[in-house]
């Protein structure tokens, strides 16, 4: 690196454009593939450190379509805005956002390099081909189906229905349908296939038809949208949560289509509870998790402790349900804060941002049926009974009380640790700056020589 790119990075306002530009950029990657705004703010603020610009001259409004930038101070104000114009979920992605902010303060990259970098995050392509994907969905809502009590032929079933139901999406996608309405007839389409295994297996296979949807619930939109909230980013949370509520609800159409076409009697009253928890579930879980994992583009190598995070997760949610008597808020909140607990020590090993392992070993516990059950109730506001509404209601308050235990599960150990951690970041970043600015001091003293 000359004089000219160190004296850029050393000073706030040299190149401003460009570094607000870079800046944005990070924080469109990251909003746009699955990050909260937490972590958005923190990996843009790492960056805004890296660039030269001290953090009390830097200025942001994060919400889940646009992101705004301020950087000021007594005597210049420069102020950009950005569209984040779609949102998905690449943890391959996050991870590399997060590596990129801390290796180009070690490494002491030049801003062109660092562009050159981010580019590079932008245009990778996905980690799975699509038909892996189809597989990981597939196998992700078996899992559930044997979590809700199944056996391994409507595991089986499940997997089909939803292999089905993901590549009708996927084409829907390809011949540019809107997103709630490719949501809405995957779920019609992978619902009448779970219908028609009645004719090959002789009964309605009541499992398959609650269970080959799911892939299509937004668990980790939801769970930021209540991270988000419990952080004060409340217009983002909202708008998450508004997102969700409308992917749930383009889910529950479809699948009330189905159900008027095929004439299915109702089934959102059927019984969810295994009956034990034993190795069957414990594979459950594992395949649940690592199914979702490939549907989120995360590392291959992290596939295997993301199956064991699912086991650990679901298996003490179990063990404090059925064996203890917890409800299920609570022993919900309990496996995704075991969960949480053992990722703050296992992230400083595989070198991953501490989402990527709690979020996905979390996911087979977000009660997506609950909800759905709740928006059916809605539907048939005018046909069901007082009973079935209530039954309705305390569904979905059920559902929201347990994503909210799971949110609070995975980031509560970060929570009472937050003072540590922040610190820790703060020393580091310190360190890295004092090199960086050790090297320059020496670069110039050289150079008088």
Not at 99 to 109: I, P, S, V
């Amino acid at each position: 690196m000359d004089k000219a790119e160190r004296d850029c990075l050393m000073t706030p306002f040299a190149q401003i454009g460009n570094k607000l530009h870079l800046l944005l950029h990070t924080g469109q990657l990251l909003m746009e593939n699955g990050a909260d705004s937490d972590r958005t703010v923190r990996d843009m603020m790492r960056a805004a450190a890296y660039m030269g610009i001290p953090k009390d001259q830097i200025h942001q409004h994060v919400m889940y379509t646009t992101l705004m930038l301020n950087v000021n101070d007594d005597e210049h104000t420069y102020t950009e805005f950005r569209k984040c114009h779609k949102h998905g979920v690449n943890m391959t992605t996050l991870t590399a956002i997060s590596k990129l902010t801390w290796r180009a303060l070690e490494k002491d990259y030049t801003l062109a390099e660092y562009e050159r970098q981010l580019q590079h995050i932008e245009q990778a392509g996905p980690v799975y081909a699509p038909w892996q994907m189809a597989l990981g969905a597939g196998v992700a809502c078996g899992g559930f189906c044997m979590l809700f009590g199944g056996s391994w032929l409507d595991f089986l079933m499940t997997a089909i229905c939803a292999w089905i139901g993901f590549w009708v999406r996927r084409c829907c996608m390809i011949w540019g349908f809107h997103p709630y309405a490719r949501i809405a007839i995957a779920a019609f389409c992978a619902t009448m296939a779970a219908w028609s295994m009645q004719f090959v297996t002789g009964s309605i296979a009541w499992y398959p038809i609650i269970a080959c949807t799911l892939f299509m619930v937004p668990g980790i939109p939801l769970i930021n949208a209540i991270d988000d909230l419990l952080n004060n980013f409340i217009v983002s949370g909202m708008t998450r949560a508004m997102n969700t509520l409308l992917i749930v609800g383009a889910m529950t159409f479809g699948i009330a289509i189905a159900v008027r076409t095929g004439g299915i009697s109702d089934f959102t009253t059927v019984g969810l509870q295994p009956g034990n928890f034993y190795l069957s579930l414990m594979a459950a879980a594992a395949i649940a998790s690592m199914g979702f994992s490939v549907i989120f583009n995360l590392p291959r190598r992290l596939l295997p402790l993301i199956g064991l995070g699912g086991i650990i997760a679901v298996t003490t949610r179990n063990i404090f349900v059925m064996e203890l008597g917890f409800s299920q808020a609570a022993g919900s909140f309990l496996g995704a804060a075991v969960v949480g607990l053992l990722a703050l020590k296992v992230v400083h090993i595989v070198h991953v941002p501490n989402i990527i392992l709690t979020i996905p070993s979390a996911i087979p516990m977000v009660p997506g049926v609950l909800l759905y059950r709740l928006l059916f109730a809605m539907l048939n506001i005018q046909t069901v009974s007082a009973e079935q509404l209530m039954v309705g209601l305390r569904s979905g308050v059920t559902a929201i009380i347990v994503i909210i235990a799971i949110a609070i599960g995975v980031t509560i150990p970060s929570i009472f640790m937050e003072r540590f951690i922040a610190k820790r970041r703060e020393r580091e970043l310190e360190r890295l700056l004092a090199l960086r600015a050790a090297k320059a001091a020496g670069e110039q003293a050289a150079a008088v020589k």
